[in-house]
């Protein structure tokens, strides 16, 4: 079975992440896959064995996602924007998948509605047109508008034989983010959560008894950072450590460093996971690969989730996730160094959470639908 996954992250890496989780998932099954990714490069992701075919990419303004960026920074346009259709459509008949997955689409990246559309009349008019999925994580960005959801409706009822829900549905369900009409409902297809295998302990246990703090690359986490960098001081008993993460990371420890906190300042490590096993705590946003993390890790976590521009998919997955022992949410209206000290030890005292509790097979799980789907081709 031949599988082309489409995917273009904007903002962070997740999608990408979490397609390319999918792909090593089709290739362990045996079957021929393709990712292509319009997003910019991320090198620190794993690709190795994946063929991933890169568009022209880009990259939102910050969280500004309806002005699109290309590679000299500058609004894309016309032929920019043509180039990446082409290339698009051409891996399409390239390939000739008896799958295809789109990330993300039609329920987000509507400012790529016509490059996707046009990838979606191609397969449909293939001599042998393949399965359409449509991939989607646990929680979506909410329609502002009904007929946002309508037009959704539309695009999934006339290509899509089915929709991907990357959740556990004893955990969250689609209806919590989206409105789930009689047609749509009928489509859904609930896999567990995308996860790679449980890190397990770290052997040389480190992390042990520390509060790891993370806030992936980028400009967003530096007011949790800095928050952090000041709950230090206020348990002086409990060892700090901040994982600093993207290009500029050595340039944002210097800075933070200024501070003169007690707390330890790295840039993000590879066994971070393997880490958490052994922390007394994890502080972060809450993202979808971060709370899969915190899941099976068992690690108790306080959740400052990422609200800038209107985003409210981390509000409601770390609400989804309050009720479970272990967590505690900090908005970032009122993210200080007390409360978040105050959070942490609360954290601290909840009963254990038991680690592991829900599904995480969602990888080899989408595989096994889509050759259902597919009916045994390849």
């Given at each position: 079975m031949k599988t082309l996954i489409a995917v273009t992250h904007l903002?962070?890496?997740?999608?990408?992440?979490?397609?390319?989780?999918?792909?090593?998932?089709?290739?362990?099954?045996?079957?021929?896959?393709?990712?292509?990714?319009?997003?910019?490069?991320?090198?620190?992701?794993?690709a190795d064995g994946i063929a991933v075919t890169q568009l022209p990419p880009l990259r939102s303004d910050g969280v500004d996602f309806t002005r699109l960026l290309g590679e000299d920074g500058f609004p894309a346009e016309g032929?920019?924007?043509?180039?990446?259709?082409?290339?698009?459509?051409?891996?399409?008949?390239?390939?000739?998948?008896?799958?295809?997955?789109?990330?993300?689409?039609?329920?987000?990246?509507?400012?790529?509605?016509?490059?996707?559309?046009?990838?979606?009349?191609?397969?449909?008019?293939?001599?042998?047109?393949?399965?359409?999925?449509?991939s989607i994580r646990d929680i979506l960005a909410p329609?502002?508008?009904?007929?946002?959801?309508?037009?959704?409706?539309?695009?999934?009822?006339?290509?899509?034989d089915a929709v991907l829900v990357h959740s556990d549905p004893a955990a969250t369900r689609l209806d919590t983010s989206w409105p789930v009409s009689e047609m749509l409902a009928a489509k859904l297809r609930y896999t567990g959560y995308v996860a790679p295998s449980a890190a397990g302990r770290h052997p040389e246990q480190a992390g042990r008894g520390e509060v790891l703090v993370s806030a992936g690359g980028g400009s967003v986490g530096t007011p949790l950072y800095r928050a952090a960098l000041d709950a230090a001081r206020l348990m002086p008993d409990t060892p700090?450590?901040?994982?600093?993460?993207?290009?500029?990371?050595?340039?944002?420890?210097?800075?933070?460093?200024?501070?003169?906190?007690?707390?330890?300042?790295?840039?993000?490590?590879?066994?971070?996971?393997?880490?958490?096993?052994?922390?007394?705590?994890s502080v972060s946003m809450c993202g979808y690969n971060t709370a899969l993390d915190l899941l099976q890790a068992g690690t108790p976590a306080v959740l400052v989730p990422f609200d800038a521009g209107n985003e409210t998919e981390q509000g409601l997955r770390a609400a989804s996730l309050a009720p479970l022992n272990g967590f505690?949410?900090?908005?970032?209206?009122?993210?200080?160094?007390?409360?978040?000290?105050?959070?942490?030890?609360?954290?601290?005292?909840?009963?254990p959470r038991v680690a592991g509790g829900f599904r995480f097979d969602g990888a080899a799980r989408t595989v096994e639908i889509a050759a259902e789907l597919a009916g045994g081709r390849g």
């Open positions: 903002l962070g890496t997740g999608h990408l992440s979490r397609a390319l989780t999918l792909a090593r998932a089709f290739a362990a099954a045996g079957h021929q896959v393709r990712v292509v990714s319009g997003g910019f490069p991320a090198p620190q992701l794993n032929s920019y924007l043509g180039r990446r259709q082409a290339a698009l459509c051409a891996a399409l008949r390239d390939m000739q998948p008896d799958v295809l997955i789109t990330e993300l689409y039609p329920f987000g990246r509507r400012s790529l509605r016509q490059e996707f559309l046009a990838l979606l009349e191609a397969a449909r008019a293939m001599p042998r047109p393949p399965v359409v999925l449509s329609p502002s508008k009904p007929e946002k959801a309508e037009k959704t409706d539309a695009v999934i009822g006339r290509f899509y700090w450590r901040l994982l600093v993460g993207g290009a500029d990371a050595a340039d944002r420890i210097a800075e933070f460093s200024a501070a003169d906190s007690p707390a330890v300042l790295e840039p993000a490590r590879q066994d971070f996971r393997q880490m958490l096993s052994h922390a007394a705590a505690e949410v900090v908005k970032t209206a009122a993210l200080t160094p007390t409360a978040l000290c105050a959070a942490v030890k609360a954290a601290l005292r909840a009963p």
